[in-house]
């Protein structure tokens, strides 16, 4: 080994210490915290700062499973098939994870050490166990993130929303189906370890990730499955009204969708985006019409959210009452921001040549109505 490499396994050792991380993650100022890795290490400045840069840029096999309880994985680097990680922490009170991370701030322990680690070096038997309970699909603004919220406020549930790890490794097609299976489970175990009062792991994942339903559903056959839609008008006045998502953008990438040919009329391209949605959507229904609950936008009540999150409306705490009325009367995207209903205003937002472009839609719209869970 060089130098270099014996250095880095000595820091690398250290990152496996619960009190000494407890140290980092405490320390206030830069100097403070190299002034811990040195005085722990036995390094010197410049041993040090080559350690960290080796560790930050090489992917490393963990030495044990305390280093799966101290670190979490935040980014998934496609082309080495590797992990970034982060100190672990609960999960904010955040409507998509990527808020989340902003809500964590950068911190001292994540922007100076940001450990890699291969996919294919990770033991399975130190990811601990997810409890994965539920998967949210949907087709884009139809209340996913409002039923992922009331999961997080009322049932004390491990959210991931929108994880970019997940759908990041999802977009990656270079390994084998069973490989696949192996690795969604095993980043399933990674980011879903529970902490603290989290009782399950409930996955709200991307619109265009209904591309690969089927293998989602088939590594979670144990997890209730939810299929989310909406008037097919209101959806694409949203992506008007409210700005567009990825999937709705021609300039960016999915697997929901053809390339967007410059020229070409933007709302048809657009209904033909969400007709293809709407089309995987339905396949993934029928193949399991047993195990999933089917919702629509307007079935979204408060009864609904309390029945599905398993929450008794008769003995529920002053702040499960507090928080049903933050998801009731509180923009679930905009926090502070009053919620205000605009289904009728999107139905009136196109003109009568674009409502018949969009009528193209109705059908499948109505198939899939006919699987909504009436019942709970």
């Avoid at 722990?40 to 080796?54: F, N, P, V, Y």
């Avoid at 701030?105 to 130190?126: C, D, F, H």
């Amino acid at each position: 080994m060089t130098a270099d490499e014996v250095n880095s396994s000595k820091l690398y050792a250290l990152l496996h210490r619960d009190e000494l991380m407890s140290e980092l993650l405490s320390s206030q100022r830069p100097e403070d915290f190299n002034q811990i890795l040195l005085l722990s290490s036995g390094l010197d400045t410049a041993a040090l700062q080559a350690g960290i840069a080796r560790i930050n840029s090489v992917a490393l096999v963990p030495l044990n499973g305390e280093f799966y309880k101290l670190w979490e994985p935040y980014k998934y680097i496609g082309a080495e098939n590797a992990l970034v990680w982060m100190p672990a922490h609960e999960m904010t009170d955040s409507a998509f994870f990527s808020e989340h991370l902003v809500k964590l701030g950068g911190g001292l322990a994540k922007s100076m050490i940001r450990p890699k680690v291969a996919l294919s070096s990770i033991q399975p038997e130190w990811a601990g166990d997810s409890q994965q309970s539920v998967n949210i699909f949907h087709l884009s603004r139809c209340g996913s993130t409002l039923l992922a919220r009331a999961f997080y406020l009322l049932a004390n549930s491990r959210v991931l929303s929108e994880s970019p790890v997940l759908t990041e490794f999802l977009l990656n097609g270079h390994q084998t189906a069973p490989d696949r299976q192996h690795y969604l489970k095993l980043l399933v175990r990674l980011q879903g370890r529970l902490a603290g009062q989290e009782r399950q792991l409930v996955i709200k994942w991307n619109c265009w990730d209904l591309a690969y339903g089927a293998e989602i559903i088939q590594s979670s056959p144990e997890a209730r499955h939810i299929f989310l839609l909406r008037h097919p008008e209101e959806i694409l006045a949203s992506h008007l009204l409210n700005g567009a998502g990825r999937h709705m953008v021609p300039a960016s990438t999915s697997p929901s969708r053809r390339p967007f040919q410059w020229g070409e009329n933007l709302l048809s391209w657009r209904i033909e985006v969400l007709k293809h949605q709407m089309s995987q959507m339905l396949q993934l229904i029928e193949s399991d019409k047993a195990g999933v609950l089917v919702l629509d936008y307007a079935d979204l009540s408060a009864d609904t959210l309390l029945d599905i999150t398993g929450v008794n409306p008769d003995r529920m705490t002053p702040v499960e009452q507090q928080n049903l009325a933050r998801l009731l009367h509180e923009n679930v995207k905009i926090p502070l921001q009053k919620f205000k209903a605009d289904a009728t205003k999107k139905r009136r937002f196109f003109g009568q040549s674009d409502r018949q472009q969009i009528e193209v839609l109705l059908p499948i719209y109505e198939q899939l109505r006919q699987y909504r869970t009436v019942h709970l």
